[in-house]
């Protein structure tokens, strides 16, 4: 086969170049690099990250790559996927040249309280880092280098599936049933709202060992696990207390417990995803006086069948 000529007649250098880069969304926003004037005229974003050194683990180069263009701490999964790009006549560095790169692309994700981003490096290949809406970069108002496109029309969020074990306990001190409650923090998904105290089963723990120490955590009172009163399941999309865009589906045990009735819960655990527990009334709670998530409804629900029985 013969070998590709440039326009002087010599034969075509050949460039290769590895490149890993990251795809880090956030909620209905994606982070994204603009490429330095020395490289784009006009303006053109791509995925922050960048060339693979001699010698340099992938995954080490795109958190060292997303650091310097953006000013951020990215964490990534454990899987990626490669693209492949060739130009078999372009332009590199004042030359014609035989150009092939392998991109290698990893699901990224930075904290919730990260700072605004900002391009550290000096005299780069970026010239600014920002968050844009992913519907623009979706229908092109944002340009973006072909890569991004192609990245994220196969980009799925990462798969998590968590199982969680929750307390029903309920007082009656004479003014009505109270049920016990927490508030999730700005730590947790969905803050500000009120769900029954409790959290995710370790691998390998027992669901009611589970709840003890979640309750413990959270309220300071220790439960007694009594039965099985209903199980619940959600599934959505959405940012995860880590900051990573999350496919989640949560199923929730949901167990009738009595705690120390006359005792006033206190959060415990610091800087986790409760700042806040206690008594609410059921008639609140039904009246619809507080933001309750939906599985203290369905645990409601579960109760009262309980209790008619």
């Not at 990534?76 to 490669?82: Q, S």
């Not at 999730?184 to 995710?200: A, V, Y």
């Not at 220790?222 to 207390?241: I, K, Q, Y």
Request: no cysteine; charged share 25%; aromatic share 4%.
């Amino acid at each position: 086969m013969a070998q590709r000529q440039g326009r002087s007649g010599r034969p075509l250098r050949k460039v290769q170049r590895v490149a890993a880069y990251a795809v880090i969304i956030r909620d209905d926003q994606i982070l994204l690099s603009r490429l330095a004037t020395r490289l784009s005229a006009n303006e053109l974003w791509t995925l922050p990250g960048g060339g693979v050194e001699h010698g340099e683990d992938p995954r080490d180069a795109v958190v060292r790559e997303v650091h310097e263009e953006t000013g951020l701490d990215v964490q990534i999964g454990e899987t990626a996927r490669v693209y492949s790009f060739h130009a078999r006549n372009t332009l590199r560095q004042g030359r014609r040249a035989d150009a092939h790169a392998l991109r290698i692309v990893y699901d990224g994700w930075v904290p919730l309280d990260s700072p605004d981003p900002h391009v550290v490096e000096v005299d780069g290949s970026t010239a600014e880092a920002a968050w844009k809406p992913l519907a623009e970069v979706l229908d092109k108002t944002v340009p973006t280098v072909a890569m991004v496109g192609e990245v994220l029309a196969e980009h799925q969020p990462f798969r998590m599936q968590r199982v969680a074990a929750y307390a029903v306990a309920v007082r009656d001190l004479g003014s009505g049933p109270e049920l016990l409650l927490t508030r999730i923090s700005p730590r947790g998904h969905h803050t500000g709202s009120w769900t029954l105290p409790g959290g995710g089963v370790d691998h390998g723990e027992d669901p009611r060992s589970s709840l003890v120490r979640e309750v413990e955590e959270e309220t300071g009172l220790t439960p007694r696990v009594s039965e099985l009163l209903d199980v619940h399941h959600v599934h959505f999309s959405g940012t995860a207390p880590s900051g990573r865009l999350e496919n989640f589906h949560g199923v929730h045990l949901i167990f009738e417990t009595t705690v120390p009735d006359r005792q006033e819960p206190e959060v415990v655990e610091v800087d986790g995803t409760t700042d806040r527990a206690a008594w609410v009334k059921v008639s609140e709670i039904e009246a619809g006086a507080l933001p309750v998530l939906e599985v203290v409804g369905v645990a409601l629900a579960a109760w009262r069948r309980r209790v008619t029985t």
